[in-house]
């Protein structure tokens, strides 16, 4: 019997059933007009109407980020496509598994400058993993398959589909399910290579300073990866920071966990990545923000990099020992080998390593004087934290000072729950990642804590929150300024505030009211608590417009270029200062 | 940390991909939007049934640069493998030039002598012009059409690098 007859669309549609895809995020327009009739024909997949497709892209982030998915998006050609590419990029820098389908005009009209033709292709060749233009529906089914393999395995990332819409409106018989799809050319590499083990077996069994640096690989590697991490670090008895990506990895409250590395990370994190003597890393990337100087950047340590993509490898700092693998798979091999070997650290030098890293603890470098007369930000932060830890919390965030405080004073214990833009450092990340979060989390507490100008940048999104009911609280840390730009230009750029200050800022109260959500709105330390559970307590969205100290700056703080040593601890530190003798101590 | 090595060094990358739309864009775009040089590219079909082409590239950088150049080409979702020809061994390097040359009289008569010397083919002539056909290095190629310079050259179409690693073992074993 010959199969049933399908449209293009119906065959998208199928597909990502197969896939096991129960909600896109998306936008209309005229090339994708078939599919959205084929969505009102049926019942099984929801669809999300977003106000802009750059939110229609972090919906799908925050959607993946919290569930392990793959995230969906499906937008028109054009103007619909173009505004998806810093989603898109975010989500390449992030490494987050999104596929976005873009309409595209009929083929023969391609090249032409039609009506809302763009080069999809060519403009998301750059910030894709992957893209496909499908010329013919018999390519449909395949590519539809292979998108989602390739967003979702090896190192994961977005994939584009553009799709012209006469593909979408033909007719074939020719649809096959997933399982018939395999790449010819594209196989990740999962497991690791056994000698590599073996050798990091023998370096780590002799360290006598040794670190885990954790990175956003170990929850791209799943919840298993998580617990094989946590297993490990306390096989070992070593200490274990966390990159901004990783936070929640590894629980947040456990001694052995040093807290956030990197620019704005801890004191203890930073000192002990200068002076520790082997260095495991698992899932990060080395970036500049976690490095500083490169030539300093923990000069004495042998280096095991854990990494599924090769090119991740010897990119910014050279390693001793490369180990190309899933980090579960690579975990889960350390760990059979080290106990199988009877293996453990020297406990005399680890006491001593500790003891180190317990005076750099000491200095309590996250500490801030609060007042009675004006929210401190990280105050706010730690006390959102203290009133929602009970609870299945998940936040997200926008790019600034705020994103910075939430990493320091919110503790993650399960991975998944945190969702920020790090590598492209998207402000108008977290409202739709947020909700895109609690779309699949509907009856989890979802918070993005946000900058008053970030919010901005998508605040739109507020109407497609009061669409669907879901219930998201926008915790704005409203400090009038570009609180991170204002905080360079005071630091590094002889405090001239070149147009930093937000002028004109809406009443989020009333803005929040035009909407249809709860505004609410905290000035003094006093009525901070009750206010925050009032937002926890209401069903309903919520923007909170959190007024705190507007001089605030964010610390610690590495001056970009500047090494693990030379940080700044607060507001009497100057920007360029002499190695300081902590630092020195063990070199 | 493993010591970096600062040395510029010049490499000859074969890479197999799959002949789909936009994979020459895709290996273009990924050395100039990361800043990697390119001294050569070739590209043509050379496995229709399996619709395989097969890229040359010739490029330079530190050692830790040229690691990333084959690491960042081999992530690249139509790529089949990628042969660092330098590294692997020693192999066969060809290049191909059409050269016109223009003149009468002597200049004519001594841009023939040199063409015999360099081997360099006739494959078209007039009254008034020659073009050779070349074969052979790089550096040979250079040094022919520089000769030819003062002797009226006009056209110069050269084809960049080919190449393939001497002895048994095929790009991909
Ligand atoms: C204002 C601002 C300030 C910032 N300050 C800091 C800071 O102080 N500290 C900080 O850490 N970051 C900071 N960042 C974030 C920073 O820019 C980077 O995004 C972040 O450090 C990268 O995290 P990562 O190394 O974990 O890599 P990710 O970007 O999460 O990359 C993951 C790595 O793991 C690999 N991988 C993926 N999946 C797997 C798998 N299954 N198995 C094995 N490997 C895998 C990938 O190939 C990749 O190399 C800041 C960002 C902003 C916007
Ligand atoms: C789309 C975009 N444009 C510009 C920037 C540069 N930038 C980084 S932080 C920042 C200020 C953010 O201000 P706000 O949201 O109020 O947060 P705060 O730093 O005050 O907490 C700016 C402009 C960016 N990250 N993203």
């Known amino acids: 019997m010959p199969a049933k007859k399908m449209t293009g669309s119906q065959m998208v549609l199928k597909a990502l059933s197969d896939q096991g895809v129960d909600v896109i995020f998306g936008y209309p327009g005229g090339a994708v007009l078939p599919i959205y009739d084929a969505l009102h024909q049926q019942n099984a997949l929801r669809h999300i109407l977003v106000r802009h497709e750059q939110a229609a892209v972090h919906a799908a982030e925050g959607y993946a980020r919290s569930t392990g998915k793959v995230g969906v998006v499906l937008v028109t050609s054009g103007p619909g496509a173009t505004n998806a590419v810093t989603g898109l990029t975010d989500a390449l820098m992030d490494s987050i598994p999104v596929v976005c389908l873009t309409g595209q005009v009929p083929t023969h009209l391609i090249g032409n400058d039609a009506f809302q033709e763009a080069d999809t292709t060519g403009i998301t060749r750059p910030c894709t993993k992957h893209n496909y233009l499908v010329k013919s529906i018999e390519d449909l089914p395949r590519v539809m398959h292979e998108a989602f393999y390739v967003a979702r395995t090896g190192r994961p990332g977005p994939v584009v589909v553009d799709l012209p819409k006469d593909v979408l409106q033909a007719k074939g018989d020719a649809y096959f399910g997933p399982d018939q799809v395999k790449h010819s050319s594209y196989r990740p590499r999962t497991k690791p290579d056994p000698k590599a083990i073996e050798k990091a077996i023998e370096m780590i069994a002799k360290a006598k300073r040794p670190i885990i640096y954790s990175g956003g690989g170990v929850i791209n590697s799943g919840d298993k990866a998580s617990r094989l991490l946590t297993r490990f670090t306390r096989t070992l008895g070593a200490p274990c920071t966390s990159t901004l990506m990783g936070l929640g990895a590894y629980p947040a409250s456990d001694p052995q966990f040093l807290g956030m590395l990197g620019m704005h990370g801890t004191y203890e994190a930073n000192l002990a990545m200068y002076n520790c003597d082997v260095m495991i890393n698992v899932g990060a990337r080395f970036d500049d923000r976690v490095t500083g100087r490169l030539d300093e950047f923990s000069p004495n340590s042998t280096k095991i990099h854990i990494d599924i993509d090769p090119s991740s490898i010897n990119k910014n700092v050279m390693v001793d020992l490369p180990i190309v693998g899933d980090v579960s798979a690579v975990l889960d091999a350390l760990l059979k080998a080290w106990t199988k070997g009877e293996h453990s650290l020297s406990q005399r030098a680890l006491k001593e390593w500790w003891k180190a890293i317990e005076a750099w603890r000491g200095r309590d470098c996250l500490s801030f004087r609060s007042v009675d007369s004006v929210i401190k930000p990280q105050h706010a932060i730690k006390r959102l934290y203290e009133l929602t830890k009970d609870r299945e919390t998940f936040i997200s965030t926008e790019v600034g000072q705020h994103q910075m405080w939430a990493a320091q004073y919110y503790k993650f214990e399960k991975p998944r729950h945190w969702m920020t833009s790090g590598g492209l450092g998207t402000m108008g990340y977290g409202l739709p990642a947020a909700y895109g979060a609690q779309v699949a989390h509907p009856d989890a507490l979802v918070i993005d804590i946000a900058g008053e100008a970030s919010i901005m940048m998508n605040i739109q999104e507020l109407s497609t929150v009061m669409q669907y009911g879901l219930p998201v609280k926008v915790f704005i840390i409203n400090n009038q300024w570009m609180g991170m730009v204002r905080q360079w230009q005071e630091l590094l750029h002889g405090g001239r505030y070149s147009q930093s200050y937000t002028a004109s800022l809406p009443d989020f109260v009333k803005l929040a009211e035009a909407f249809g959500a709860l505004g609410l709105r905290a000035s003094k330390p006093a009525e901070l608590d009750d206010l925050i559970m009032e937002m926890i307590d209401s069903p309903r969205p919520v923007v909170f417009d959190c007024q705190v100290d507007q001089t605030e700056n964010c610390f610690p703080m590495i001056p970009s270029g500047a090494a693990h040593y030379e940080m700044l601890l607060g507001p009497d530190d100057k920007a360029v200062k002499p190695v300081s003798e902590e630092g020195m101590v063990l070199v | ?173």
């Open chain 2, 1 to 173: 940390m493993a010591p970096k090595d600062l040395s510029i060094e010049r490499r000859t990358i074969a890479v197999l991909v799959d002949n789909e739309p936009g994979v020459l864009a895709r290996v273009i775009g990924l050395f100039s939007g990361r800043g990697y040089n390119i001294e050569s590219l070739t590209v043509s079909e050379v496995d229709p049934a399996r619709r395989q082409s097969r890229i040359t590239i010739i490029t330079s950088g530190t050692p830790q640069i040229l690691e990333q150049i084959k690491a960042q080409l081999d992530r690249l979702v139509p790529v089949h493998g990628v042969s660092d020809l330098s590294q692997k061994g020693p192999s066969v390097e060809r290049e191909l030039a059409l050269v016109k040359v223009i003149g009468k009289g002597n200049k004519r008569v001594e841009s023939l002598r040199i063409a015999d010397i360099f081997r360099a083919r006739v494959v078209d002539s007039g009254l008034e012009h020659f073009i050779f056909e070349m074969t052979g290095s790089t550096d040979k190629l250079n040094v022919f059409i520089d000769l030819m310079r003062p002797l009226g050259l006009v056209d110069v179409s050269r084809t960049g690098v080919v190449a393939i690693s001497r002895g048994p073992t095929g790009l991909l074993s």
